[in-house]
């Protein structure tokens, strides 16, 4: 800012020794850059280079100095992820933050492009009452790796553009699946801004490709029937918000697709056969969503609809995001509120918190939904089709299901011990946030110990791991010596629900999951529970 004003003394006081044009002339204000898409007229995508092109030329607008941009961490091949945080310079202690990535799947392109429309627009001096409320951070291409291996092979049925990335990083891992194991270095630079920063808001942008409805984009909360409930109801009471604001300049709704499953509504032997619907997608916490969501926090996902043009999915993106934003923002006192009162169930419990498994989706809402439809478009080089998607929609009421319920249910314990712990579990915990510690001393308490009964894997792989499934039960708690060296964990903290999805046994994606625990796990599990502080 300095030298900035520095600079514009100097040219007035030039300017003002030479003598007086005939005619009064006004500096033409400073060009803003254009997005790839915008200068191809949308056939094309931002490369990595392109998007730092774009961060550096927003420095000649008025109000870059809202903008910082740094380097968030680097991915498996060694590329920066750059990272820009959005603020007042004056902004308020209390603001909401919000961090906001896209291009996880870098074959879903539209997110990374809103991002950047919406950054040379903080730049250019909009939204300034959004920011007198908020800190947001984006970062624009997370999977940059997979960015960078644009093909026209990669999801040519979407409505443009021509060639994208691929959908997993350079090392082959879906970085949409990686949140619990987090092997992949952009997870853990994920895990590390989440811990640093504390975003009281997470949005993870996508596109999808799925069934063919009628709405511009879809979304979803975080589906994790372990979150928090009070946030879980703010999280619907925002985006319920945000749906009412788009229209009708765009259609929202909750993200599914049209599919016929067996469900069982009540776990009794009756179960319905073959129920036609609109079915959500997943609760599990190796989605960053549903995984975020176990930090007291709210995480949105959104799809912007693959069939709908280019243009069209990075503008309903941008609104999006906006409009959860300002809604958050509206709601400032309370999304601070559930956040902090979340917080506090858990470090000073005045009732039991429960952790759920065994789960199912729960009951569904009959709903009236937009029903889509698609042209196609032979493309050459035998690539496929295109499909394009028609203006014309019409509604169908059916059973929605977008949510989830657990069967079974326990009581968080006063702690976890893991009396013989080995290598890399201590730090995967605390790559999570979990605030972990290493007796020094014994300790006598009462622990219960979990018995294995049944062992179950897939026989393929996923992700270069065969799931773990265990079955079997808790045996009652009895006096027992921690000796030191033991891993405690104290499950009075913030992210004791985090630390449950990563340590019970009857988790259904934890740290035993995905065979962190395999080698220790042999008749008995090798976590147990404490009720009673040592």
Known sequence: MIRLALTAFVAFTLTAQQPNPTS???????VAPQTVPERTDHKETSRAADVAGFLAGLSTLPHYDRLQVTVAGKSHEGR?????????????????????????????????EAVQVLLREFAQGEHEALLQKCVLWFLPIYN???????DAKSRPEQNGPDAVGQRANAKGLDLNRDFVKSEAPETRTLLRLMNELDPHLFFDLHTTDGSWHGYHLTYAPSLSP???RDLARLSRELLDATTASLQPKFATFDYGNFETHDWDGSGAPESQQGVRGYWSYDHRARYCVNGFGLRNRIGILSEAYSNADFATRIAATRAFVLSVLTAAAARDDAVRAACAAADRRLTTPEAPVYFGFDTVFGDPE????????????????????????KAETKNETMPVFRRFRSRQQIALP????IPAPFAGVQEQLERHGVRCEVLTTERTTATATF???????PKRPFQGHQELQLEGTWA??????????TLFIDAHQPLARVAAQLLEPQSEDSLSTWNFLEAMTIDLYPVLRIDQRP
């Open 24 to 30: 009064s002339t006004k500096e033409a204000p400073p």
């Open 144 to 150: 940059i790796d997979g960015n960078e291996r644009i």
């Open 451 to 457: 018995t294995i009964k049944q062992k179950r894997k």
């Open 80 to 112: 920066e992820q750059q990272l820009v945080r959005v603020a007042l310079p004056d902004v308020r202690k209390d603001a909401i933050r919000a961090l906001v990535i896209a291009n996880i799947h870098a074959g879903e392109v539209e997110g990374k």
């Open 226 to 228: 372990n979150m928090d």
């Open 476 to 485: 009652k708690a009895t006096s027992a010596t921690l000796q030191a060296g």
């Open 366 to 389: 009959t709903m009236s939904l937009s029903i889509g439809d698609c042209d196609k478009l032979e493309l050459p080089n035998s690539l496929g089709k295109r499909f394009i998607r």
């Open 414 to 417: 006063i702690a976890w011990a």
